[in-house]
């Protein structure tokens, strides 16, 4: 059994309140790595080019409010 597959049997053994439980602590998780990776690139300098391109677009009037 690999080990996906002891997790997924892991998880479908939860009651409803160890799955909600389980449910909000990978959501935290998942938000987290997410913010490392975007803090990552970042950092990295690979998100410059999109900035820059929002600023012209902006500087331009081509944005609209939200």
């Known amino acids: 059994m690999t080990k996906l597959e002891q997790i997924e049997k892991s998880v479908s053994e939860l009651n409803?309140?160890?799955l909600e439980a389980f449910s909000a602590w990978?959501?935290?998780f998942q938000?987290?790595?997410w913010?490392?990776?975007i803090e990552s690139k970042d950092a990295a300098?690979?998100?410059d080019a999109l900035a820059d391109k929002a600023l012209a677009e902006?500087?331009?009037g081509k944005t609209?409010?939200?």
Request: glycine share 4%; aromatic share 10%.
């Open 16 to 18: 409803a309140k160890e």
């Open 26 to 28: 990978f959501e935290e």
């Open 31 to 33: 938000a987290e790595r």
């Open 35 to 37: 913010d490392r990776q």
């Open 45 to 47: 300098g690979k998100l």
């Open 58 to 60: 902006f500087r331009a």
């Open 64 to 66: 609209r409010p939200l």
